[in-house]
């Protein structure tokens, strides 16, 4: 219910009133000076006299000089009064108490609602103007959010890569470490890893069983291969050594946030092993994915 108001709204009554009145008529052409109500809205008005008494009606409907009332509002009281008494539209409590107001910390206060009719946007378009939004709009919003979400599985959700240059050697029997590694942490503990390393192994006797020369991938220290390591793609040639080139594919899950470092390992049963030889290439690469 809306309150109207007009600037300087003040009139006399043509006639008397008592006080059951509801029907209050103002002198000729004055009625234009206040509002006109329509459906619910309103507008207070003041009755007062030479004397000093007072009412405050609150009108609720308009008529040229007529005036369709309620009587004894905020607390006073309906009273008889004469023709010629004045009727004015002025500020009072009851006005000034409909108003949303700001407390010492900008915060809006109060308990009154907010009337009128609010736009919003329809659940079947999207609408990115500066608009209240109802409800089914925002839940088919936030659903249509969720479904592009894409998938909760399989997804890469970060990569560590290491180049290595450097050839090493061995003449060990046991696994030891070629230097080539690369630390990963992953953000859950269901993630897996996905370890991909490429590069060659050469032993330097001609004819010695490249199958002596083997590589594996240990993370944190413990040897993913279980003890035996690993040879993909084996690739048998002379180039002044026999050697093989290596490349590994191994889905670890190893149920940890921490962080893990995966590193590759190598030995040589039969005579000296190279990691990372000079053919092909001298270039070695090892790439961690974390794939939920």
Known sequence: MPALFKNNATATLAVSINSSTTTIVLNSGLGALFPTPTGSSYFLATIYDSLGNYEIVKCTARVTDTLTVVRGQEGTAPQNFAIG???AQRLTAGNLNNFVQLDGNSILSGINDFTGTITVPTVATVDSSTKAASTAYTNAAITAAIAAIPPTSGRIIQAITNQYTSTVSTTSSSF??????ATITPTSVS????????GTLA??????????????IFRNGTNLAGGTGIMGNVNVGYYGSIYASSSISLLDAPASTSALTYAVYYRNTNSNALYNFGFPNSIANLILLEIL
């Open 85 to 87: 008494d004045g009727v």
């Open 176 to 181: 030891v470490s070629t230097g080539h590694q």
């Open 191 to 198: 993630s897996k890893i996905l370890v991909l390393q490429s």
């Open 203 to 216: 032993q330097t006797q001609d004819n010695a069983p490249v199958a002596n020369s083997m590589i594996s």
